[in-house]
């Protein structure tokens, strides 16, 4: 599975919209982004995932440039309870095999 | 989507002592895994737990440590053996797969985990 990389921590004003950005830049052809997030002391939470399209769900937007050698996901209004740690994970979709988790980016979104 | 329950939800044991954690999904699922979460640190994978046969151990977890048991499709336990406070983390139970599920994408499910701290 391709490596990723996120920033280590990013800040976010409530109602505004978070951005959060993810490299993977060895991404292969047949290779999904995932984005889970992870509450603190809960386990984590599926959010979305996407191959080559713009994804949207009730939770977020997921977009994939044409390269797909990175994706951006979009909370379009932060909430205080979307303070969590987000991981972005590249994986081949017919996998049955874990999840690699990185450090993740820590979104802390302020009143 | 698959409900899965950990117990303990969380425990304080003193050292040389052993834990077992166990794992209940609400469905068939075909894949279940063990993580753990150190203070701090992001998820590490122990082991893949298999129906019938002994568990995948991932580098640096060996069977002796956490031994592990899957006896069907919903049910599986971790145990922490002879513990010191280096095993205080979060164990978390993980599912794929679930049973007549179709498709290229195979989402990957989460229990709420065990935190166990150890004196």
């Known amino acids: 599975d391709a490596k990723t990389t996120q920033p280590t921590s990013m800040d976010c004003a409530e109602g505004r919209a978070a951005n959060l950005p993810c490299n993977h830049s060895?991404?292969?052809?047949?290779?999904?982004v995932y984005w889970y997030r992870q509450i603190h002391s809960q386990g984590p939470q599926y959010i979305i995932h996407?191959?080559?399209n713009n994804e949207t769900n009730e939770m977020a937007s997921l977009i994939i440039t044409e390269d797909r050698k990175s994706s951006t996901l979009i909370l379009p209004h932060a909430t205080l309870r979307d303070t969590a740690v987000y991981y972005c994970?590249?994986?081949?979709?017919?996998?049955?095999?874990?999840?690699?988790f990185g450090k993740g980016t820590k979104l802390s979104v302020k009143p | 989507s698959a409900v899965i329950s950990q117990k303990p939800s969380r425990d304080i044991c003193q050292r040389g002592t052993s834990l077992t954690i166990q794992c209940q999904v609400d469905?068939?699922?075909?894949?279940m895994f063990w993580y753990r979460q150190q203070p701090g640190q992001s998820l590490t994978l122990i082991a893949t737990?298999?129906?019938?046969?002994?568990?995948?151990?991932e580098s640096g977890f060996v069977i002796d440590k956490f031994p592990i048991s899957r006896p069907n499709l919903t049910f599986s336990t971790l145990t922490v053996s002879n513990m010191s406070p280096e095993d205080s983390s979060i164990y978390l139970c993980?599912?794929?797969?679930?049973?007549?599920?179709?498709?290229?994408?195979?989402?990957?499910?989460f229990g709420p985990g065990t935190r166990l701290t150890v004196l």
């Open positions: 993980s599912v794929v797969g679930l049973a007549g599920e179709v498709g290229v994408y195979n989402e990957q499910f």
């Open positions: 060895t991404i292969s052809g047949n290779e999904y």
């Open positions: 996407g191959l080559k």
């Open positions: 994970i590249a994986r081949t979709g017919g996998s049955q095999g874990n999840l690699i």
């Open positions: 469905s068939q699922v075909t894949m």
């Open positions: 737990a298999n129906q019938g046969s002994e568990a995948t151990y």
